[in-house]
């Protein structure tokens, strides 16, 4: 019993719950710091303040001072003491053993079991709901009544005093009404958020699908790159052998030639040493008659028998160069397969369009550069003359994939992209990024920005770029642009249904911009 009483001692005037962080005021009341701010916040402008227990005033916002005793209390109690919200809400007039609550009382702040339920009372002031231990929440904090209305002016739930007091004059309903019609804006909120959960959920399968796809293609593509290596290092391999067995045939040749010719060689100093010994002998002899019945020796010094192994020896040591080069060209055979299997495909121009140049743009006589000039070069006025300073250019893509680069180092105030042939020529809707029908990468001093339908997404500070590469794959509707450094870095990729051909377009308002090269066009794998 006693344990019973300490309980309600602990219990907050204003919730009706046990204190939460407890504070005094100078009257020596104790609330939940919670609920005494949230007292005193509604009297704010009312000139005074009082105290919810025994309507002490306070002519300012009175100091809450925390009650650390009390909390000590709470603290020790809740140690010893089963916790309501972890044991359940259990009924108010069970004190000698906790029995779970059927329904709460408004009127009576209480809650009840099935037992007290039945003898509790009937009338309309006792309003009953299901079990809270918030009691408070439902009353108004001022006049201890209960809520009935809601003030729409103020967003609030008012009690009948609060609606003929400060709340007079203003648009109030009955709570049913005005929940009623909060609940069907969250059900319109509901239907819109289950609408775009929907839709987000077909994005994502979509996705999943579209990665599946891209998983696929890159495991044939890599399927198809490792079978092609696998065969040119076969085909090397084969080659190797080849030219290696072709010259150790050609060299075994060569030496069993030249060792023949060394062979009979040998065989001729022999005889030619066995001859000298002769002469040498009769050039010592003192016998007149012996010397001149000798036979005459002047065949020993053929020189045209020497010349003639000369020859056969240099015959003999020559490889046959011709051979092995011709074998060697299957190299570039294979070379030449990979280039028609994988990737390039055509190399062609790229050329500015004069035509379409704006009166202060220069276009180079190889038409590859674009220089901006204060001088008006007076161009005649054309459907195709833009009236900015911009170029196209001359040749339009309508598939496959292409790349080309742009030399910007002389520049920084510049635009590089792409745009469709029906752009806009005059007026600000006709600079390349301000439209729907136009991509570019743009520059200004030192800041870059990629646009497109007049949207601006910048790119990160201090990108190193002196030359632009543009990436085209017309049949997949993806443009991409790259700063060329080392390594290649990505600026951005837009991926957009393209419904025509693409020209590549130039701005700038400053010095001047080249195309580097031409145009590199490929097919996709097989």
């Known amino acids: 019993m006693a344990s019973a009483d300490v309980r309600q001692e602990l219990d907050c005037s204003i919730c009706l719950s046990i204190y939460t962080d407890p504070v005094t005021l100078r009257c020596g009341h104790n609330f939940c710091r919670v609920c005494i701010d949230r007292v005193l916040d509604t009297q704010e402008g009312s000139g005074a303040y009082t105290c919810p227990e025994c309507r002490a005033t306070f002519r300012r916002r009175p100091a809450l001072i925390r009650s650390i005793t009390l909390c000590n209390i709470v603290g020790r109690f809740l140690s010893t003491w089963p916790d309501q919200e972890e044991t359940g809400i259990f009924c108010t007039y069970c004190i000698h053993s906790p029995v779970p609550a059927a329904k709460s009382c408004l009127l009576c702040e209480a809650s009840l079991c099935d037992k007290h339920l039945r003898v509790h009372s009937k009338s309309a002031e006792h309003v009953l709901c299901h079990p809270t231990t918030a009691l408070g929440n439902r009353k108004c904090s001022i006049h201890k009544e209960l809520f009935r209305y809601y003030c729409t002016e103020d967003a609030a739930c008012i009690c009948v005093y609060c609606s003929t007091g400060e709340h007079r004059g203003h648009l109030v309903e009955s709570l049913d009404d005005a929940s009623e019609k909060k609940k069907e804006k969250l059900r319109n909120v509901l239907q819109k958020l289950t609408t775009k959960r929907t839709e987000t959920e077909k994005r994502v399968q979509s996705l999943q699908e579209r990665r599946r796809e891209d998983q696929g293609k890159a495991a044939g593509v890599t399927e198809t790159v490792t079978a092609l290596f696998r065969d040119i290092r076969r085909q090397l391999e084969d080659l190797e052998k080849r030219v290696l067995s072709e010259i150790s045939r050609q060299e075994q040749r060569v030496l069993l030639s030249v060792s023949d010719l060394i062979q009979q060689l040998e065989i001729k100093k022999d005889e030619m040493s066995r001859k000298m010994r002769h002469i040498e002998e009769l050039c010592n002899m003192s016998d007149p ?145 301000y439209n729907n029908k136009s991509w570019c990468v743009y520059r200004c001093n030192d800041q870059y920005s990629v646009i497109h339908d007049s949207t601006v997404i910048r790119l990160p500070d201090n990108i190193p770029c002196d030359r632009v590469r543009v990436y085209l794959d017309h049949g997949a509707g993806q443009l991409s642009f790259y700063s060329i450094c080392d390594p290649i870095r990505h600026l951005h990729t837009y991926t957009a249904v393209l419904t025509e051909p693409l020209h590549a377009a130039l701005w700038l308002d400053d010095r001047s911009i080249t195309i580097s090269g031409g145009v590199r066009s490929w097919e996709k794998l097989p």
């Open 289 to 433: 008659v012996t010397v001149l019945q000798e036979p005459d020796t002047g065949d020993l010094c053929d020189t045209e028998d020497t010349e003639r192994h000369d020859i056969q020896v240099r015959g003999a040591g020559d490889l046959d160069v011709g051979l092995i080069s011709g074998t060697l060209h299957t190299l570039s055979d294979i070379i030449t397969g990979i280039n028609t299997g994988i990737y390039v495909q055509e190399y062609t121009d790229l050329l500015l369009d004069i035509a379409t140049a704006g009166d202060n743009i220069l276009i180079s006589g190889d038409r590859k550069t674009a220089s901006r000039s204060d001088i008006n070069q007076n161009h005649p006025v054309t459907p195709e003359r833009f009236e900015g300073n911009q170029v196209i250019s001359i040749r339009r893509f309508s598939s496959g994939r292409h790349y080309w680069e742009v030399d910007v180092s002389k520049s920084v105030w510049w635009g590089v992209g792409m745009c469709y042939p029906s752009i806009d020529r005059r007026g600000d809707p006709s600079y390349i990024g």
